[in-house]
């Protein structure tokens, strides 16, 4: 068995220089000799995260992930004919509207209480079967599509299903 300071010994057998390579601890950085290997990080697009950690290593960004971050809308409407509430969420990208969780809330005068959380379907769309004479609310929490990008929150306005 390994003890706990030789293991992080071994996790951390690589450090960054001054230079931006990465060398073995111990090894001479560009001012010495060495006969340590030199590792390169590779930054594809420019965002300072290496491409082994970059969500999108072909799309420069700022966010921890390395993907950017793209918002996105959820409607909600009373269907009359159909008697259900529909919520829509849209994007500029497919991957956060296809499956995105949506929350429906009760709106009440001091209070919203979450009723269930459901997820849309491939193009956004959710239908709530729900008690008239109340108001309701839509939510999708931020989520992340690997390798596509950060969705933002959003957040319905209020609709008043008839009785």
Do not use: H, N
């Not at 960054?16 to 060398?23: D, N, P, Q, Y």
């Not at 008239?132 to 609709?159: F, L």
């Amino acid at each position: 068995m390994m003890s706990w300071s030789r293991l992080l010994g071994r996790i951390l057998a690589l450090v960054l220089s001054t230079t931006g390579a990465l060398v073995a601890p111990g090894a001479a950085t560009s001012s010495g000799a060495t006969d340590a290997p030199v590792l390169s990080a590779v930054d594809t697009d420019g965002d300072g995260l290496d491409d082994s950690i970059d969500g999108c290593p072909t799309v420069a960004s700022g966010t921890a992930t390395g993907c950017p971050t793209v918002w996105r809308t959820v409607s909600l409407r009373w269907l009359a004919g159909k008697e259900r509430l529909e919520a829509r969420v849209s994007s500029p990208a497919g991957a956060c509207v296809a499956r995105a969780r949506i929350k429906l809330f009760l709106d009440r005068p001091g209070r919203s209480d979450k009723l269930l959380a459901s997820d849309a379907s491939s193009q956004g769309r959710r239908r709530f079967s729900v008690p008239g004479g109340a108001r309701y609310y839509a939510m999708v929490t931020p989520t992340y599509s690997t390798g596509v990008a950060e969705c933002g929150k959003a957040v319905s306005r209020t609709v008043r299903v008839p009785r």
